[in-house]
């Protein structure tokens, strides 16, 4: 049964929660973050960049350290506010193409994780689990929610709804042109009526930051080990995640652009292809596959369609359904020789939100040999392969809504 309970959830002010909120640090270039940091003196990137004060970089345990007293700081000088009453907090996302996410800010167990309630359908990196569990622990916060979902509950959308009809203590609208929207709720009987709706839940599955749930767990089993007195109510037993119904999490698909063809020529590659599915020439129409299965091509100035032959492919569990690893165990594995998705340098993604014409202008410009488009995946085959215990190959899913970091903070 899946817990959920409020915290005391420090922010921004509201005056400024607009220029405190950051994408994720890797997401900028050196550049970008340069100018933000530059023009804007309340941007998280200032905490998480502490080096930028002195010029320098700064890495490993100095820098959690320059984190824990840039963030000392944003409270000391009040950008940053912690509520006196533990509450949920109703957060509202509407992208610029117009979807809409609604759903909660909440403190979620790191036992429910543990014991596989919260589920998951991705690999993670033990060095890099580590390495963010050694950050929370050092710096004593963690301001980037995990993505959870859950199935849709009549209950709490119509709390989320009533909620919403009140004044919102955050609206405000990033340069990404989102809009974000935050409401917070105190109240301690509809408090109580979410964490029941949510103890009726077996599961809810991780969609997005999977490194950062097993490095909460990873933070809550050294912690537990230390304290002899642990009793299950301590900070470090939970970690922030916004819950979103499924039917509002989007996912888009990520496509693939390989350097080479392994030494082949463009004739014997086809020939190869040729035995696993049927080949249609599209000349130079960009073509985006309508179905499961289906794949599009861009090699050698041409656009070409990719039917799966059912007759050629055996189906046997959920991940074999996934467009993402028949692409790997038909073509990247077998023919083009790519083992290692994650780490083989001759391979590059381009997520969903691009266009067809990108894969074609990155194969154009003779930095790729070969690109494929596929349909995304959906909520139900990313829960089916989790509760077969499952994982996607890397780079299966891009999912929406992507968070903000430093509008709410969960401190350990």
Request: proline residues 4%; glycine residues 4%.
């Amino acid at each position: 049964m899946a817990k959920i309970i409020p915290f005391k959830a420090v922010k921004p002010t509201r005056a400024i929660v607009g220029l405190v909120a950051a994408r994720p640090y890797q997401s900028y270039t050196l550049n970008e973050r340069k100018t933000r940091m530059a023009y804007n003196p309340f941007s998280f990137l200032h905490i998480v960049n502490p080096g930028y004060k002195y010029d320098q970089e700064v890495t490993g345990k100095e820098r959690y350290r320059l984190v824990k007293n840039r963030y000392s700081e944003f409270k000391e000088d009040g950008i940053f506010i912690q509520d006196e009453k533990p509450s949920f907090y109703i957060y509202k996302i509407v992208n610029r193409h117009g979807h809409e996410f609604n759903g909660i800010i909440a403190a979620t167990s790191a036992e429910d994780y543990e014991k596989d309630v919260i589920k998951k359908h991705e690999d993670t990196i033990a060095k890099r689990e580590e390495t963010f569990k050694t950050y929370i622990q050092t710096v004593g916060f963690n301001a980037e929610p995990v993505l959870l979902t859950y199935p849709d509950n009549t209950v709490i959308s119509e709390i989320i709804k009533e909620t919403q009809k009140g004044y919102a203590e955050f609206e405000f609208t990033m340069t990404y042109r989102d809009t974000h929207y935050l409401w917070k709720v105190d109240n301690e009987n509809t408090i109580a009526i979410i964490e029941e709706e949510f103890n009726k839940m077996k599961t809810i599955y991780i969609a997005d930051g999977h490194h950062r749930s097993a490095s909460s767990y990873l933070l809550y089993k050294d912690e537990k080990a230390k304290n002899p007195n642990h009793n299950g109510s301590e900070s470090y037993n939970f970690f922030m995640s916004y819950l979103i119904p499924e039917s509002e999490l989007v996912i888009q698909e990520f496509n693939r652009l390989i350097k080479d063809l392994n030494g082949l020529t463009k004739e014997a590659f086809l020939i190869q292809l040729d035995e696993t599915f049927r080949i249609e020439n599209r000349g130079n129409i960009p073509y985006h596959p309508k179905d499961a299965h289906q794949f599009s091509m861009y090699l050698d100035g041409e656009f070409y369609s990719l039917f799966l032959r059912k007759s050629a492919y055996q189906f046997h569990t959920a991940l074999d359904e996934l467009d993402a690893q028949i692409l790997f165990k038909t073509i990247l594995q077998p023919i083009l020789g790519i083992e290692d998705l994650r780490n083989d340098n001759r391979i590059s993604y381009v997520n969903g939100q691009h266009e067809m014409i990108t894969i074609k202008s990155s194969v154009d410009s003779g930095e790729f040999k070969v690109g494929f488009g596929m349909c995304p995946s959906n909520v139900n085959q990313m829960k089916q392969i989790a509760d077969e215990g499952l994982t996607m190959p890397p780079k299966s899913t891009y999912i929406l809504p992507k968070l903000r970091s430093g509008i709410t903070i969960y401190e350990y």
